[in-house]
């Protein structure tokens, strides 16, 4: 089993930056692509970005592209989603997770799931 913990979110105003960061432990990190989520209350969990196990292939939702960032480090056995220009639309709670491919856009195609960590923007 692969575990995962997400960190780095919190409260911040409308044009700030966040990073959150997802550790990984158990069975190699790096035979999997990673992937962001997020999940706002009364809302369906979406994509964000996913990053292919290399770090070499990069995929974003049409809502974060050009703002959001997701990289890894393998060694450190850490996947990251840098965040700017936050909007009050950005709220929610947000999840990484272990998945299939750099083309997996779906929840149904990832393994491990985070407990999640609360981002909050406010206007």
């Known amino acids: 089993q692969v575990q995962l913990v997400e960190s780095g979110g919190g409260l911040v105003q409308a044009g700030d930056s966040l990073r959150l960061s997802c550790a990984a432990s158990?069975?190699?990190?790096?035979?999997?692509?990673m992937g962001w989520f997020r999940q706002a209350p009364g809302k369906e969990r979406e994509f964000v970005a996913v990053?292919?196990?290399?770090?070499?292939?990069?995929n974003y939702a049409d809502s974060v592209k050009g703002r959001f960032t997701i990289s890894r480090d393998n060694d450190k056995r850490t996947v990251f989603l840098q965040m700017t220009s936050l909007t009050p639309e950005n709220t929610a709670v947000y999840y990484c997770?272990?998945?299939?491919?750099?083309?997996?856009?779906?929840?149904?195609?990832?393994?491990?799931w985070g407990q999640g960590t609360q981002v909050t923007v406010s206007s």
């Open positions: 997770a272990a998945g299939r491919s750099s083309n997996s856009y779906s929840a149904s195609e990832y393994y491990y």
């Open positions: 158990g069975r190699t990190f790096s035979s999997y692509s």
């Open positions: 990053v292919s196990w290399s770090g070499g292939r990069t």
